[in-house]
């Protein structure tokens, strides 16, 4: 028999990051989710070549303390939380602390970070530490990502068009802008801008920087409360719609979320008003008490367990409803009698 031993820390994160680190897309969304749980106001990213050569967060958050930063990139080593109760009050994007060992086992990472004193800068190579050294005192991180993929060949050869990869980079970005209103966000790739929000807070102009303001013209907003459950965003009149459910997200507590039950229940709200095969664009934001949610249910935290599910569905479909109906009631200004 062969023998049985624990995997070398290098080859156990490079297992979890088949998990975390799919695409470059992934690295942007842990990087920004990052920067967002260090309570950043600003956050811009700078993708270079679909991310295969570059990408690089900035973010003005709290920063890691010097005496800290090599253990962010240590497995299972986070800030979030420290013990079992707090896996069911959640209110952080992360808190499995594997995004930074993970990407760093995969790509070459640079960090520079400061808490606002002094500052310092973490290299590391396929996992391993190469250098630390001070840097500048600017409060915020930095992180830059490079050679992603380099020694998992079969990753990087499964990947899609460099089209593709960025479009879902810039689809993560979009997400991230849509649940984080109060962040400025910026994405540059290759000297482009592809997205500018103002940081200001407010929902509607983070739509518009993505739809455009035709778009928003069309779209109205959307309200329901239960005890412990507050629903709002933005939806869509019925005239206005697309050919797949994707221009549907869901927000929950912060957090961009799939779910199927909920998406239809968008989608219910409309009864007949919406034609075979077509479905409207759609942020709903839901808030409800962690303690109703299980986001350990994956890695990427994108499927979440939900306990007041059918409630919270009910809410969503009785609150477009009732703007489709008010907004019937409203006269027609431009129609001439
Ligand atoms: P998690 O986010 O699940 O805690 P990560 O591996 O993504 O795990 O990060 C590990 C830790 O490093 C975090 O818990 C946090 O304390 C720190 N950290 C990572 N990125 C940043 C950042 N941009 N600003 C401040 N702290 C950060
Ligand atoms: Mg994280």
């Known amino acids: 028999m062969k023998k049985i031993r624990e995997l070398p820390t290098i080859l156990a994160n490079q297992i979890a990051a088949g998990e975390v680190v799919e695409r470059p897309a992934s690295v942007v969304k842990e990087l920004v989710e990052n920067a967002i749980d260090a309570d950043s106001t600003e956050i811009d990213v700078t993708i270079e070549n679909s991310g295969l050569k570059l990408i690089k967060v900035v973010d003005d958050g709290n920063g890691i303390d010097k005496s800290q930063v090599q253990t962010a990139f240590l497995r299972h080593a986070t800030s979030k939380i420290s013990e079992q109760r707090d896996l069911f009050r959640v209110r952080t994007l992360g808190f499995r602390g594997e995004a930074l060992p993970s990407i760093s086992s995969v790509a070459d990472v640079t960090m520079k970070t400061s808490t606002g004193s002094v500052g310092t800068e973490v290299t590391y190579k396929g996992g391993k530490l190469v250098s630390q050294q001070a840097s500048e005192s600017r409060k915020g991180t930095t992180v830059a990502v490079s050679s992603l993929f380099y020694n998992t060949p079969a990753r990087l050869k499964y990947l899609s068009s460099p089209n593709t ?104 709200g409309y009864g007949s008003k919406l034609m075979i095969g077509r479905f409207p664009i759609a942020v709903i934001t839901i808030n409800a008490d962690p303690a109703l949610i299980d986001v350990n249910v994956h890695p990427t935290k994108q499927e979440v367990r939900i306990s007041d599910e059918p409630k919270i569905g009910s809410l969503i479909s009785t609150a477009i409803q009732q703007m489709l109906s008010d907004k019937n009631l409203i006269p027609d200004a431009t129609r001439d009698f």
């Open 165 to 268: 990869e960025l479009s879902k980079i810039s689809d993560i970005v979009n997400r991230l802008a849509l649940s984080h209103p109060e962040v400025a966000f910026s994405l540059i790739s290759n000297g482009r801008e592809l997205l500018r929000t103002s940081g200001r807070g407010d929902l509607l102009q983070v739509l518009g920087s993505i739809y455009g303001v035709k778009t928003i013209a069309k779209m109205q907003p959307i309200k329901g409360d239960d005890l412990d459950i507050k629903i709002g965003g933005y939806v869509s009149l019925p005239e206005l719609t697309r050919s797949s459910r994707n221009y549907i997200s869901l927000i929950l507590n912060g957090r961009f979320i799939r779910n199927f039950p909920l998406t239809k229940a968008v989608i219910n």
